[in-house]
């Protein structure tokens, strides 16, 4: 079993920045890819960006350019840098992790989330 606690969440306004936190422990070894999703008030969750161990990195539509996400491999965690926040962006953000496989990938677990807040 994998235990992910995220940290950093709060509110923000419109163009601000936050980074978010996620410390993965203790099986850690069934774990090659970890992320974040996200959802907002009255939406599907959505992905917001993942990384493998082995730096393969993918992010969703709505925040490429704005969004950078980090792993560190050896603290078992993952990173989200996120920079000129907008409105749209208010959501419950879960930090994930799971298996890659190099054409898909399977998030089995999940954090409690972190809310954040973008006010305009």
């Known amino acids: 079993q994998v235990r992910l606690v995220e940290s950093g969440g709060g509110l923000v306004q419109s163009g601000g920045s936050l980074r978010l936190s996620c410390a993965a422990s203790?099986?850690?070894?069934?774990?090659?890819?970890m992320g974040w999703y996200r959802q907002g008030p009255g939406k599907a969750r959505e992905l917001v960006a993942f990384?493998?161990?082995?730096?393969?990195?993918n992010y969703g539509d709505s925040t490429k350019g704005r969004f950078t996400i980090s792993r560190d491999n050896a603290e078992n965690t993952v990173s989200l840098q996120m920079n000129s926040l907008k409105p749209e962006d208010t959501a419950v953000y879960y930090c994930?992790?799971?298996?890659?496989?190099?054409?898909?990938?399977?998030?089995?677990?999940w954090g409690q989330g972190t809310q954040i807040t973008v006010s305009s």
């Open positions: 994930c992790a799971g298996e890659y496989s190099g054409t898909n990938y399977d998030f089995k677990f």
């Open positions: 990384i493998t161990r082995g730096g393969i990195i």
């Open positions: 203790g099986t850690i070894f069934d774990i090659n890819v």
